[in-house]
């Protein structure tokens, strides 16, 4: 009894083997018509079939998965057993003599399983046409590489026709757009109402030569269903269609090829007039505009390269809008210009060639050249407190009138206002020593626009770091504390490196190219508070006495 017993456990705890079959609803089919596949996998929870051998002839539409298990007894044995099924829905790619090849999973595979795909015959192709059918075509037959191209499907259907609308066209050699909307319509042909469905794509070939558009299929189920109704499978096709891609005409002089039913320039300025002044930025922004043109097409803005000036260009923004008519782009590059010189400033002329495929001929957007006026700095002026001595001034007078019978009178006026002056000019120099005596800080007020809120400007600008508003506060404060016309002439006058190096750092970070780091001002304001205490005072008091002894 022992020995029967550990034989039975034995033959218990032997392990399983997987099993797998394969079996279809149907091998013979139409090219429309879908095979069912079905695959069940006994005594295995951990492996999936390999399914991948399958695509070479046919494409998986749809997949599901269950699991079940069964359990067994017999001769005293308890056994269960775990089929997991694997449910196909598949699609000829092509007519002909197809094969669904061997499955396998671990030590165990299928039987390969040969498929006939028949094309569908001519009684059920007129049968599917009187329920549902397409209309598709283009707008042009011939197009220029990476020109647009509108393609319009129609689905009509009866009412009791049910499916899925073909999914967008996939195209090697093409960008392929879906326009915006859809359009539902009812029609009726040959006394018959449809009801019908439209969209429209835009497609952009990539290379010349023939663009084929394949035919669409549409796989539906015409009836009501329910309890009693019998529903069955309708099918409709397109016709093919195909476009001759012509290459860039030999007659373009552009550099950038640009193929659009329209394209043009325009420029708008931050300021209407715009208003030039040495070292304010002025912003200038260039748009591009297109019709039929996606946005990555449009080429960028050429750099303007002046010697009067410095530029420097924000990040271009593209946009696009679609209609049923096709795909309408626009980009927009704002440009800041800081005339670094004053006088005449002309912007040269934009001109940007393109092909029109409307009139098939070159055509040319422009933004022609303008010339403005670049005004200096606004200077700082002086207040005078003192008259300059008379006596130089009337001396030609004396001698004009040393015949004169008058000689003596004029002589006595003129020796008067001489002593006026030399008392007015002792008086300043009077004040000119109490000056000497007075605290740094105070030397500003002889000045205008005042340099006091001036230099505060500078320092918020700076705290704040905003690079564009301290370089303009600066170029206003040096104007004001040293009467210089522009940071260049204010590092010519000073020859401070420290100040040389914020200022370099400072216009690089406005005006280079590709420079996008950002700008900390306390190094900047350190330097000019120094410089403010020290050569500003020095400055200041050598001017106030070249203004009051010229001589």
Known sequence: MRPLLLLTLLLMSLPTF?????????????????????????????KKPDLSGITRDFEIVSQRESTSTSLSIGGGRQQSSHTTTYALSLRPKRQGNLVIPAINI????????????????????????????????????????????????????????????????????????SLEGER???????????????????????????????REVFR??????????QREQVTAV??????????????????????????????????????????????????MHAVGLTGSLLPPFDPIELANIKTYADPTTTSESTSTNGIASRSETTIGIVPIKPGELTLPEIRIPWWNTKTDREEFAIIPAATYDVLPVEGIVLVPTATAPLT???QPQVIQEALSPWWMVLTIALGILWLFSSWQWLHLCQALREYKNEEPNTGHVLYEPNEDALFKDLGKACKANKASEAHRCLSLWSQARFKTESLQALQSQLKNDALD????????????????????????????????????????????LTELNPT
Not at 19 to 45: G, H, K, P, Q
Not at 188 to 211: C, D, F, H
Not at 220 to 229: A, E, L, T
């Open 18 to 46: 997987a099993e797998i079959s394969a079996t279809v609803d149907r091998m013979t089919v139409s090219e429309f018509d879908l095979v069912t596949l079905t695959v069940r996998v006994t005594n295995e929870s951990t």
């Open 106 to 177: 671990g030590s165990s595979s299928t039987r390969a399983i040969p498929i006939t795909v028949s094309a569908t015959s001519a009684a059920r192709q007129q049968r599917d046409i009187s329920h549902v059918f397409f209309e598709n075509s283009v707008d042009q037959q011939s197009a220029y590489v990476q020109s647009q191209i509108i393609y319009s499907l129609k689905l009509f259907y009866a009412d009791s026709v049910g499916g899925d609308f073909p999914a967008p066209p996939v195209l090697t050699d093409a960008v392929v757009q």
């Open 238 to 287: 397109s016709d093919a269609i195909t476009v001759d891609i012509k290459p860039k005409p030999t007659a373009f002089t552009g550099t950038t090829w640009i193929a659009a039913r329209s394209f043009n320039l325009t420029e708008r300025w931050t300021e209407q007039p715009p208003q030039f002044k040495v070292g304010e930025p002025v912003n200038r922004i260039l748009s």
């Open 392 to 394: 130089q001034a009337a």
């Open 220 to 229: 539906g189920v015409r009836g009501r269903g329910g309890f009693f109704g």
């Open 184 to 214: 539902r319509f009812v029609s009726e042909i040959n006394n018959q109402r449809y009801n019908v469905l439209e969209k429209r794509y835009a497609i952009y070939p990539q290379k010349s030569g023939t663009l084929t558009i394949p």
């Open 501 to 544: 190096k914020e200022i370099t750092n400072l216009e690089n970070v406005l005006y280079a190219d590709n420079t996008h780091q950002a700008w900390q001002g306390s190094e900047l304001l350190s330097i000019t508070k120094i410089l403010r205490q020290q050569k500003g005072e020095k400055h200041a008091k050598h001017d106030l």
